[in-house]
């Protein structure tokens, strides 16, 4: 007997589970084809009874079970998108329903009968990075890349073109997943040049997993050119000016078939930045000062270009050529003034005026990459990508500078003049190699190499006249040519498996790299240095959903900072009258224990994102200062040194709101603690110090979107950035305020965008640093810029997506004439 009601209660027990069914699938971009992670997925009975949700993964799935036999409706949620529906039935004969693509696209939004066109939400949330749809930029617009990285919350960028992230210097800047040639020596003057229209997005990977390069303590900003793919022909032309004489006109046409797709985009830019700077210096031991102040003005031409062809050669090989150039003419323009005195007394003793001249430079970079990409299956979840790349980066310039000095004692005024040719040539090749298997719905694996080999050659002279012979004499000539070869190779592994609401992402990477460098005197001396490296760089990703609409994750990620090529130059840069710069070839990379904690959440129209950080580092390189003598006179001397250990932390709160569905809202704030641990050394004989020192800093940016009738779009951008800590002393609290507008015409076939940047002027920086031996009080800025710009948008824009394969899915409530069924 109680076998029978053992084989009865498993009968039950089976048809009980027989009976449950699922509803899975995918939810992309209509226009992009991205996959949507976040998304709202809600599932109500025929009585209109909710009975089911989920929040799409990292790669836009989604999974509801446990339904019974009956009709339902699927809800697709997502800021900024329009709402979409399906209905579905579970019978006995469809148990499982599998939506293979659902697409969902932008809002576009009515307002008192008047159209009003919606934009695309410019931030978008996800696991391991958050991208910025860079064209809703209007404080960019006419402008380049560098404007628009001044708009990205958590991004900062100096006057002089230095990048941070969350108040870290150590980030990796790369273009299209790759460092193509962007190295810290020149990518502030990269980056200046690449007009800012042909940026589709940018990605902020601040805790990237073992499958990308450790690179950057902080993280890596991954810049994104357009490559769109919608069918047909199609493209833009752009005309701005701005108030400071710079200019800027560009175009980009595009063509996609079914067996072929082809890009070009050029752009012409004048740049034109004035500026200024002062500078208070006081030498208590020597009862000495020297006070400074000065306009520069940086200028120069640039034309960038950009072309490619990807051949469909099969449903699931493409094959891709890929090329990039930049040609730019820079020349800058700065006349400095200069006290020196005595302290106690405050007495002027010698006025000099300093004159820097860079006539018409060039600059040329150069990038190709060549790449295959192979599905072994029509999802596109079992794949395999391999690229080569080549990058070239020449520099040619000369800087002048001529020094007029006067003494106060009726001593005879004095001139000199010298001149600074400086030839940059620097390659690199770099290949990689990409393996992916999405083994089953839980597991996926992926595996890969990467290569980088990279050359630097950086000569440099200085060339001082002879007043007597009206000629530069080869006498007082300095000259010195520094070669950096590094060569890094690396292999990793991640694999990533879903148990229900908990997911877990390992990886681990390992990379042997060598350095190689020389520095070389006018009579062929040498000062080589060798070393190689091995080091394994682990990773851990934990995600667990809260609830349907809230996910939490804890990452660890082992990252290092490797000093660049001018950090190992020993050669001594006199190019700053009252600060010498030189290198130091023993420098050795810091690494970095980076630990964060994240939780996401959304609501229908908001999403709250909480990010807190940890992270130890060792052998931390820093600059340091200290005084000593130059040609006799009491100067400055800035070197770089492994100096001590440090501790960053910090939390980074997100909230994007959209209300009355014509204002965006976008807050970002960032808090962070920095502790730098004391340190003592030896520096050519002397004794540098510096204290332990610690500081807690914020700063937040606020951007508001408004959507206003007539196809205009207002938008202002606020940032403040409080007091923090750097060597030897700390930098000033700031703020700014960027304005900017944009009106379409004839359907957004035309499109005027104005922007006013820094509108009070207060985007300064400013720093104070001291040790027992000097002090030193330095600030410098750029003046506000007002640009107008004038887009044409022309080809058959308004034509739809091609079809995706089989998956494509419409709109209407009724259509699931795409979807498939299991049993």
Request: proline content about 3%.
């Amino acid at each position: 007997m109680n076998r029978l009601l053992l084989v009865i209660l498993l009968l039950f027990t089976a048809v009980g589970i027989q009976a449950q069914g699922l509803v899975k699938g995918r939810i992309l971009d209509r226009q992009t084809d991205e996959v949507m992670q976040f998304v709202n997925i809600r599932i109500t009975d025929s009585n209109n009874k909710h009975v089911g949700g989920a929040m799409t993964d990292v790669k836009g799935s989604f999974q509801i079970g446990n339904l019974k036999d009956g009709s339902y409706t699927l809800q697709v949620t997502f800021v900024g998108y329009k709402t979409v529906t399906r209905k579905f039935q579970i019978t006995p004969q469809q148990r499982r329903v599998h939506y293979n693509a659902i697409y969902i696209a932008e809002d576009q939004q009515t307002l008192k009968e008047v159209q009003v066109v919606g934009q695309r939400s410019q931030m978008k949330l996800e696991v391991d990075r958050k991208t910025f749809t860079v064209d809703e930029v209007l404080a960019a617009a006419g402008g380049s890349v560098t404007d628009l990285l001044e708009n990205i919350p958590s991004v900062e960028v100096t006057t002089d073109g230095e990048i941070s992230l969350r108040g870290n210097s150590s980030v990796e800047v790369w273009i299209n997943g790759k460092a193509s040639g962007l190295t810290a020596d020149n990518r502030a003057e990269i980056l200046q040049q690449i007009p800012a229209e042909s940026i589709e997005r940018i990605e902020v990977i601040d805790n990237p997993s073992a499958k990308y390069s450790p690179e950057g303590t902080a993280g890596i900003i991954n810049i994104i050119l357009k490559r769109d793919r919608k069918a047909g022909y199609y493209g833009s032309m752009q005309a701005g000016a701005n108030n400071q004489k710079g200019w800027n006109v560009g175009g980009n046409i595009n063509y996609s078939s079914k067996t072929l797709d082809a890009n070009i985009n050029l752009g012409l830019r004048r740049r034109r930045g004035n500026g200024g700077n002062e500078s208070e210096q006081h030498y208590p031991l020597q009862d000495t000062f020297m006070n400074s102040h000065g306009d520069n003005s940086n200028k120069g031409r640039g034309l960038f270009g950009r072309a490619g062809l990807t051949f469909h050669l099969s449903d699931n090989d493409d094959l891709s050529l890929q090329g990039m150039f930049l040609r730019g003419k820079p020349s800058n323009d700065n006349v400095s003034e200069y006290d020196y005195g005595v302290l106690s007394t405050g007495e002027v003793l010698k006025h000099m005026t300093r004159s820097t001249t860079s006539p018409e430079g060039k600059h040329r970079m150069y990038n190709a990459e060549l790449s295959f990409t192979h599905k072994f299956n029509e999802k596109g979840t079992h794949t395999l990508d391999a690229s080569l790349s080549f990058n070239k980066w020449k520099m040619n310039s000369s800087t002048i500078y001529r020094n007029d000095t006067t003494y106060t004692n009726g001593s005879p005024a004095t001139w000199s003049l010298q001149n600074r040719p400086m030839n940059m040539n620097n390659h690199a090749w770099e290949a990689k190699i990409d393996y992916t298997n999405q083994i089953s719905e839980k597991t996926k694996l992926e595996a890969g190499y990467n290569g980088r080999m990279s050359h630097e050659n950086t000569p440099q002279e200085s060339q001082i006249w002879n007043q007597t012979t009206n000629k530069y004499d080869d006498e007082a000539f300095f000259f010195n040519r520094f070669i950096y070869d590094i060569d890094i190779h690396a292999l990793y592994v991640t694999a990533n498996m879903n148990f229900g609401k908990f997911g877990v992402m390992a990886g681990m990477r390992g990379e042997y790299w060598k350095v190689d460098t020389k520095s070389i005197d006018y009579y062929q001396n040498e000062s080589p240095f060798k070393k190689d490296y091995f080091q394994l760089f682990p990773s851990l990703f934990l995600n667990y959903s809260l609830t349907e609409t809230a996910q939490l994750q804890l990452n660890y990620t082992r990252r290092l900072r490797r000093p660049w090529g001018g950090q190992l130059n020993s050669f001594k840069n006199t190019r700053d009258a009252s600060m010498i710069e030189f290198g130091n070839p023993e420098l050795t990379p810091e690494y970095t224990n980076s630990f964060s904690l994240n939780f996401m959440k959304t609501w229908e129209g908001h999403t709250l994102s909480i990010g807190t950080y940890y992270r130890p580092t060792t052998d931390v390189m820093q600059r340091i200062r200290y005084q000593g003598t130059y040609n006799g006179q009491p100067s400055m001397f800035m070197t770089n040194l492994n100096v001590a250990k440090s501790q960053s932390s910090g939390a980074e709160l997100i909230l994007k709101n959209k209300l009355w569905r014509i204002l965006d809202l976008t807050t970002t704030l960032n808090a962070y603690y920095y502790k730098l641990n004391g340190f003592q050394t030896m520096v050519e004989n002397q004794l540098v110090t510096g204290e332990s020192d610690e500081s807690f800093a914020w700063d937040g940016r606020l951007l508001a979107s408004v959507i206003l009738p007539y196809s205009i779009t207002l938008q202002a951008t606020g940032n403040y950035r409080s007091r923090s800590v750097i060597t030897q002393g700390y930098r000033k609290p700031n703020g700014s305020l960027d304005l900017g507008l944009r009106k379409t015409f004839l359907n957004k076939m035309f499109a005027l965008a104005i922007n006013w940047r820094d509108v009070f002027g207060t985007r300064k920086f400013e720093n104070y640093t001291e040790s027992p031996t000097f002090w030193r009080h330095q600030k410098s800025w750029r003046k506000p810029r007002f640009n107008v710009q004038l887009t044409w948008n022309f080809g058959n824009m308004t034509s739809q997506k091609k079809p995706q394969r089989e998956d494509n899915q419409q709109e209407s409530d009724e259509d699931n004439s795409y979807s498939s069924f299991e049993q």
